[in-house]
Every structure is written in structure tokens, then in C-alpha cells.
């Protein structure tokens, strides 16, 4: 999908900053753009960079120099995206490369009462007026979120509990998204692009729990809850509500199968098929991720 139709720019030259950059997708990025011989900020809490969302002195060091950005937004309503976008702009950034979701943009996608883009759409907007050359990614639910995210500790205890019942999701791999992510950063040809991505093929959490254990020999029961017992457990995980909120919230999706769609976007990105989760599911069990 095209979004905004834009003049395409080469890309900008000089350091990329990677706002996120020690995690899921942030750290992979900056492996990426480093192995191209790109000078690339890892920015974060923990990063080569230092670089905090909540603190705003921390952000101009950072920018400073910045040919180009790619923001793994924090996810808090409102918004800091807005606030960086704009100081990145004026600092002289002339690329953005924006980590959005999927069903930003899909009224009901959440469930009810939760139309309108939250943080995303904030940051989107914020990325489409920044007068720059800019990129959004929309990915569907991570693989990762099996070997390195939410659902790790339940895969490893032999019990995952979800509210998701047998809905399906095209659980998209975090190396594609970083190949889009580095695509964009450093090619012609993705300005004014909003790139849906997942998986290419949609599996229920039973499904993906099986082929772990086939790989990994490791095996993890699935066990549907509502909704209620989900976010009481988070509770009790000392999770704060807001937190709480959001993944019940982002869970629906799967469990309406609104994720198990398969999107073109690293096909249209990338010139080829997304990796399949078998792949993944390889890759992890041979670096021993399920123990």
C-alpha cells in the first residue's frame, strides 16, 4: 500500500539512529545497517547510545548528527512519537523509518473501544506531516514472541494460557521486519510506503506449540482462558492495569483471526516471501532457545 504519495528521496547519507536499538527489532536493525558498513546509533536505556523516552534531555545528544531515524515507539498514550519526530526534523534528520502495528488503521481491529490508532496512530500522523522522505511498518504479531517475548516463560513451563481460543495468526518474523526496516533506511524506492507485513501462512497457538516441540523436543500445553482471568493474572504478575489493558487487548486480533490474513509487504519491500515460522522455529531451537 501506498500512503501519501511522496517524490522518492535518496537515501539520507550519514549515521542512522536507531531509537530502540537493543531490542527484538531495534538490535537486528542495527546489526544489519552495521554489517553494511553504515555508522548506526544504537539508542535506547542500554544502548551505545543513551536514550530514554520518558527522559527528553536524553534525546537531543542522540540526534545530533542524525541522517536518518528508525523509531520502535514507546507504547504510552499520548504519545511521545509526536514530540521526537518534530526535534528530529529540526535537529536536520531527513529520513524516517517508523515501527508501527498492524490494524492501526481498521476500525474495530482491537475491539470495541479501541478505534482510533492509540500510540501508533499518533506516531503515524506525526511521521506523514514531518515533511520529510518516511516509511511506516505495520507487522502483525512476532515469531519471536515465542523464544524471546511474552509467550517464552509459558512455552519453558509447559502451559501457555491465552485468551485466544482457536483463532489464527501469520506470526511474522522480527528478521524481516528488520530487512524492510534496513531497506527503507538505505535504498531508493520506500518513500511514502506503508508496508503490512506478516508471516506467509497462519497458524492457530496450538499449532505453532507443536511445531516447537517437533524441533525443540520441548512441549507446551495451550490452555484457552477468557479474557477477565487473563488480565487478573497479569494483575497479580504485578503488570500495571494500563499494561494489562493493552495486551488483552492486542491478543483480540488473534483470537478473531484478523491476523491470520497473509500481507504483501516484504514481498513488495524485498522482492521475496516472508520466512515461514518452521524456519524460525529452527533457527531457535538449534541456538537452544526452549532449553
Do not use: C
Not at 540526534?63 to 514507546?74: K, N, S, T
Not at 512455552?155 to 528488520?178: K, S
Not at 531508493?188 to 499449532?207: C, M, N
Not at 490474513?261 to 533457527?283: H, I, Q
Amino acid at each position: 500500500m501506498t500512503s501519501d504519495t511522496q517524490t522518492d528521496a535518496t537515501p539520507a547519507q550519514g549515521p542512522v539512529l536507531v531509537v530502540g536499538g537493543t531490542g527484538k527489532t531495534g538490535r537486528r536493525v542495527v546489526a544489519r545497517l552495521r554489517e553494511r558498513g553504515v555508522e548506526t546509533r544504537a539508542a535506547s536505556r542500554s544502548g551505545d547510545t543513551p536514550f530514554d523516552w520518558q527522559d527528553r534531555t536524553t534525546w537531543q545528544t542522540a540526534l545530533d548528527g542524525a541522517a536518518a531515524l528508525f523509531v520502535v515507539p514507546l507504547d504510552a498514550s499520548p504519545s511521545p512519537t509526536p514530540a521526537l519526530i518534530e526535534q528530529a526534523v529540526a535537529s536536520g534528520v531527513r529520513r524516517i523509518v517508523l515501527l508501527s502495528a498492524r490494524g492501526v488503521d481498521t476500525p474495530g481491529y482491537f475491539g470495541p473501544g479501541q478505534d482510533g490508532g492509540g500510540p501508533h496512530g499518533e506516531g503515524e500522523q506525526a511521521v506523514r506531516a514531518a515533511g520529510v522522505p518516511w516509511t511506516i511498518l505495520r507487522p502483525g504479531w512476532f515469531a519471536q514472541n515465542f523464544d524471546e517475548g511474552a509467550f517464552l516463560p509459558g512455552v519453558r513451563g509447559g502451559t501457555l494460557a491465552l485468551p485466544t481460543g482457536d483463532g489464527r495468526a501469520a506470526f511474522v518474523d522480527a528478521d524481516d521486519i528488520a530487512d524492510v526496516a534496513v531497506a527503507a533506511l538505505t535504498e531508493d524506492g520506500h518513500t511514502g510506503e506503508v508496508y503490512e507485513l506478516s508471516g506467509p501462512r497462519a497458524l492457530s497457538i496450538p499449532e505453532a506449540l507443536e511445531e516447537i516441540a517437533k524441533e525443540s523436543g520441548v512441549r507446551a500445553a495451550f490452555v484457552s482462558i477468557d479474557e477477565s482471568t487473563f488480565r487478573d493474572g497479569l494483575l497479580s504478575q504485578g503488570v500495571s492495569e494500563v499494561e494489562a489493558d493493552l495486551w488483552t487487548g492486542a491478543l483480540r486480533p488473534i483470537a478473531a483471526s484478523r491476523e491470520a490474513v497473509v500481507l504483501d509487504g516484504v514481498r513488495r519491500a524485498l522482492g521475496r516471501e516472508p520466512r515461514d515460522f518452521t524456519d524460525f522455529v529452527r533457527d531457535a531451537a538449534a541456538r537452544g532457545a526452549w532449553g
